[in-house]
């Protein structure tokens, strides 16, 4: 039997506090049906304080350990995707390596943007198939809202703070068919946060100029994410040698229900194969598409042999989509 990498445990964290639409009517000019009917989000969860992204990650990585019924000790590798870490060294995974007492792992963080933890997959996968490592612990994180700009209408209503992640391992049956990554690095500008690295270092002026928020071009952005997301969905299909009537369960990168609908129409599927949970987090950057194929799964709307196929879209700008048997 041909040997494939696979996920052996699920899980996730969401901070406590939550930001709903109303709250947001309060800080800025924009209301709950607005919101609802350009996003379809009606609220999300945002960190505590205190609460750094390596804490969120932890927790998370403490429920997927649990969830594969395996200790920290045994884990060979931990891959923290984000865009926010607690400061630039050193990584959030080894952070959490420290913190769950995995003693001497190899430890990486990836920037992917809100396409982090399908590009952590793809590496772990390589990691197992190569005979390299055993287990690996992939983890998407992110307190994205420390660079939200909360007067900033079109784009503060957008985003949530939250972790999920998977210990991926050799399995006999089912586990990742096929994957499909991609990048535009033309597009970079339309999703950025311009300062606090070498290109425009922290200073009075950006700090005024508000250069260390999030930067978007949203109708920009809207038609290349529909393009790339259906794309890399059928790459990733056609690479598994299946096609989308074999597909159970669509999990797409929460960002927007209407760029999830342009991708599902394209596509062809229909509702009841799409999970959303955008209305109750937004978006969640890297964590968005593992805490929701945790939830998947919990739920019962993801089981045992189905097909369940991620796609994700974020800064970059990056895509990728992945083919998993459950």
């Avoid at 400061?87 to 190899?106: D, E, K, L, R």
């Avoid at 991708?263 to 950057?285: T, W």
Wanted: charged letters at 20%; proline letters at 2%.
């Amino acid at each position: 039997m041909t040997k494939r990498a696979g996920i052996i445990g699920l899980g996730k964290y969401l901070p406590k506090k939550r930001l709903t639409n109303r709250d947001i009517e309060k800080m800025v000019d924009t209301s709950d049906e607005w919101i609802v009917s350009r996003t379809g989000i009606k609220e999300r969860r945002l960190a505590a304080k205190d609460e750094a992204t390596s804490d969120m990650a932890l927790k998370a990585a403490k429920d997927a350990l649990k969830d594969a019924g395996i200790k920290a000790e045994k884990i060979d590798l931990i891959i923290a995707a984000t865009i926010s870490p607690d400061m630039p060294f050193p990584s959030v995974s080894s952070i959490v390596q420290n913190a769950i007492g995995a003693n001497h792992c190899a430890c990486f963080d990836l920037s992917a943007a809100c396409a982090g933890f399908v590009y952590g997959l793809v590496s772990a996968q390589q990691f197992i198939l190569s005979g390299t490592y055993k287990n690996v612990l992939v983890i998407g994180a992110e307190k994205i809202s420390y660079a939200v700009d909360w007067q900033d209408r079109s784009t503060c209503v957008l985003f949530g703070d939250g972790a999920g992640a998977a210990v991926v391992s050799a399995v006999k049956r089912g586990g990742i068919l096929s994957t499909h990554l991609g990048c535009d690095g033309s597009g970079g500008p339309l999703l950025m946060i311009p300062a606090g690295g070498t290109r425009l270092p922290a200073s009075h002026e950006t700090i005024d100029k508000k250069l260390h928020y999030i930067k978007m071009q949203g109708n920009e952005l809207f038609k290349i994410a529909v393009h790339s997301m259906a794309d890399a969905a059928r790459a990733a299909l056609k690479n598994a040698g299946l096609t989308l009537k074999d597909v159970d369960c669509f999990i797409p990168h929460q960002a927007n229900s209407r760029i999830i609908g342009a991708v599902a129409k394209k596509l062809g599927l229909s509702e009841e194969n799409i999970y959303l949970n955008i209305d109750k987090y937004g978006n969640m950057s890297s964590a968005s598409v593992i805490v929701a194929f945790c939830e998947a799964v919990r739920s019962g709307r993801v089981k045992k042999g189905d097909i369940v196929l991620l796609d994700v879209f974020g800064a970059g700008l990056v895509w990728g989509a992945c083919v998993i048997k459950w």
